[in-house]
């Protein structure tokens, strides 16, 4: 079973019916006990990095996540959720983030060229660069779905897979058990399916 994390900020139902869509058992709680219960963690966000971590630490899922995760449970972040998954964001100030993947969040207008739009908005085609449980049944090349306006830096060694707009900018993640996907499975077809499924059944 997989608990999504429930801290007010998140595409929550569509993750549940994504992972309805493919046989697995998924439930939207804030319940520390089923979090703990649960065999997987997913931590969704959207919207701005500090009131996302604000909310998070109000509900105390900041912690449960925290413990968790150092209990070696395989945890996704998706969007919002994994740039919450790194050291500090820089969007509009420096914010402390989990501190489970070194690096941190900056933004895309630092390196993409003059004219593209941001938010990044759309289908853009994945590279892997590292072979892991996530990925594994996809291929390079294959499109996902975007929205944001900030990316994962500084973290070289943790990036499974770029994406290119205008810049090569990370668009997968991985730290032991701790994945984070920058797109949106949920919105991102059959691929992003095949990820959640990969997430259930082979992480």
Known sequence: MVAIIDYGVGNLFSLQSSFAAIGQEAVVTADPERIRAADRILLPGVGAFRDAADKLRASGMDAVVLREAKRGKPLLGV?????????????????????????????????????????????????ITRETPLLGRIQSGEHVYFVHSYYAADCADAVIA??????????????????????????????????????????
């Not at 420096?94 to 390196?111: C, M």
């Not at 949106?184 to 997430?199: D, M, V």
Request: proline fraction near 5%; include cysteine.
């Open 162 to 203: 770029t994406t290119e707009y205008g810049a090569e900018l990370t668009a997968a993640v991985a730290s032991g058990s701790v994945y984070g996907c920058q797109f949106h499975p949920e919105k991102s077809g059959a691929t992003g399916l095949n990820i959640l499924r990969a997430f259930c059944e082979d992480v």
């Open 79 to 127: 969007c919002l959720g994994m740039q919450l998954l790194f050291d500090r964001s820089y969007e509009y100030g420096e914010h402390e983030g989990l501190g489970l993947i070194p690096g941190s969040v900056r933004p895309i207008a630092d390196v993409i060229p003059e004219g593209l739009k941001i938010p990044h908005i759309g289908w853009n085609a994945l590279t």
